[in-house]
C-alpha cells in the first residue's frame, strides 16, 4: 500500500512538471516574436535591395545618343553649377553675380530632368564626377583650383573666359543630340541649351570687352 502512494505521487510529479513545461513553451512571448521578427527584417531586406535595384525601363522612345547625351551633359552641368556658386564670394561685379545665379537657376533643373530621363530609359541616376574626362569644354581640376584662387576683376575676367569655353562645349554636344537623338524630351533640352548658353556667351564676350 504504501508503495503505491510513492509511485502515484512520483507519476503525479511527472505530470506536473510536463504540464508546467508545456505552459511555458506556449506562454513564452519571446519565441514566436522572433520568429515573426525575423521574417519581417527578411522581407525588410529584399525591399531595400529591390528598391536601389536598376528599375526597368518604362519608355522606348530613345536611342543611344539620347543617353550618351544626358549622361554627358549632367557632370558638364554640375561643373558649371559648382563655377556659378564660387561667384558671389569672390566678385564685386553684380552683372557677373546675376549672369552667374541664372547659369545655377538653369542648369541645376536641368540636372534633375536628366536624372528623371535617364531612369524612365532604364539606365539609372547619372555620376557627376565621373565619365567626363576629355569632354568638351569641361575645366580640369587643376583649372578649377586656379579658378578658386582668385578674387575680383582676375576671378571675372578668368571666370567668363572659363565660361565660355564650357558653354561652347555644351552647345557642341547639344548639337550632336539634335542631329542624331530622337527622343522628344532630350532634344528640346538640348535645344534649350543651345539657345540659352549661346545668348550667354554674346553677354559674357560683351563684358570682357568692356
Not at 549622361?71 to 557677373?96: C, E, F, G
Not at 576671378?155 to 557642341?172: L, P
Request: charged fraction near 15%.
Amino acid at each position: 500500500m504504501f508503495t503505491s502512494r510513492i509511485k502515484f505521487a512520483v507519476v503525479a510529479g511527472t505530470a506536473a512538471v510536463a504540464l508546467i513545461a508545456a505552459g511555458c513553451s506556449t506562454d513564452d512571448p519571446s519565441s514566436t516574436p522572433a520568429t515573426t521578427s525575423t521574417a519581417s527584417m527578411s522581407g525588410m531586406d529584399h525591399g531595400a535591395a529591390t528598391s536601389t535595384a536598376a528599375q526597368p525601363a518604362t519608355r522606348s522612345d530613345f536611342n543611344d545618343a539620347d543617353v550618351t547625351f544626358l549622361q554627358m551633359m549632367y557632370p558638364h552641368h554640375a561643373q558649371a553649377v559648382d563655377m556659378a556658386k564660387l561667384v558671389p564670394s569672390r566678385s564685386q561685379n553684380q552683372q557677373l553675380i546675376t549672369l552667374a545665379k541664372n547659369v545655377e537657376q538653369a542648369q541645376a533643373p536641368e540636372m534633375q530632368q536628366m536624372t528623371t530621363l535617364l531612369e524612365a530609359f532604364g539606365k539609372g541616376a547619372p555620376s557627376a564626377t565621373t565619365g567626363h574626362e576629355g569632354m568638351a569644354g569641361m575645366m580640369s581640376a587643376d583649372q578649377m583650383k586656379s579658378l578658386e584662387a582668385l578674387s575680383g576683376p582676375d576671378f571675372d575676367k578668368q571666370w567668363m573666359q572659363m565660361m565660355i569655353e564650357h558653354h561652347q562645349g555644351a552647345i557642341a554636344m547639344a548639337n550632336t543630340e539634335l542631329a542624331s537623338g530622337t527622343n522628344a524630351d532630350a532634344k528640346a533640352m538640348a535645344q534649350a541649351i543651345v539657345t540659352g548658353q549661346q545668348a550667354e556667351i554674346d553677354q559674357m564676350n560683351t563684358m570682357l570687352a568692356r
